[in-house]
């Protein structure tokens, strides 16, 4: 942005000196600086767009945060209250481990093995 304002204004310069040096015509002079006026607006437009379009992006990304924060937590509170089992008293780790194992899911085996490793460390079968 700053460094293309910097070259047009160089070239505004040296459009002049040209002129004024009769090295091109007036009618050319005034064609060169239009031309590069109409760069300098494509340029001041494009920073204004650019800055506009940033803010925006931002507010939205802010926004689908802010939803997705409240509504995780929502959603899975709702799946819980029609799916889980809240009214269920907690079962004691002992009790679950008394299950038969071929009735345990792979988590209680694994809880089983470590408590009975916990409970005799030199048994490695």
Same mark, same amino acid.
Request: net charge negative; aromatic share 4%; hydrophobic share 40%.
């Given at each position: ?5 910097? +070259?047009?204004? $160089?070239?505004?310069?040296?459009? $002049? ?8 015509? @007036?009618?050319? &002079? &005034? ?6 006026? !109409? ?7 494009? $920073?204004? /767009?650019?800055? /506009?379009?940033? !803010?925006?992006? #931002? +507010? /939205? ?7 997705? +924060? ?5 959603? #899975? ?7 889980? #089992?809240?009214?269920?008293p907690?079962? @004691?780790?002992?009790?679950?481990l008394?299950?038969? @194992?071929? $009735? ?14 916990? &409970?005799? @460390?030199?048994?490695?079968?």
């Open positions: 942005g700053d460094h293309d304002l910097e +070259v047009y204004r $160089d070239q505004l310069a040296e459009l $002049d000196r040209d002129a004024a040096r009769g090295l091109i015509r @007036p009618a050319e &002079a &005034a064609e060169a600086r239009a031309e590069i006026a !109409r760069r300098i607006l494509r340029l001041g437009n494009a $920073d204004i /767009t650019g800055k /506009t379009s940033g !803010r925006a992006a #931002s +507010v /939205t990304a802010r926004l689908v945060a802010t939803v997705a +924060v409240l509504a995780v937590p929502l959603v #899975s509170w709702g799946f819980y209250s029609q799916i889980g #089992s809240p009214d269920l907690s079962q @004691p780790l002992s009790e679950r008394a299950k038969n @194992p071929a $009735d345990s899911s792979v988590d209680e085996l694994v809880a089983r093995a470590e408590a009975h490793l916990a &409970a005799n @460390p030199s048994d490695g079968r």
